[in-house]
């Protein structure tokens, strides 16, 4: 079990990984902000200064 969330948990929290879970939410959830949030995050991850 460690070892599964030691693999499956950094996917989920870079930047990728958090912007589709929200992209995901915003769909099923038929919300906005989570959507907005995802290509915002992208966005900024893709900057000179973060990269």
């Known amino acids: 079990m460690a070892y599964w969330l030691s693999k499956i948990l950094p ?3 870079l930047p990728l990984g958090l912007s589709l879970i929200l992209l995901l939410v915003g769909l099923i959830g038929r919300w906005r902000w989570p959507v907005i ?3 915002v995050l992208l966005w900024l991850f893709s900057l000179g200064l973060a990269s």
Do not use: D
Request: hydrophobic share 85%; no cysteine; charged share 0%.
């Open 11 to 13: 996917l989920a929290l």
């Open 37 to 39: 949030t995802a290509v």
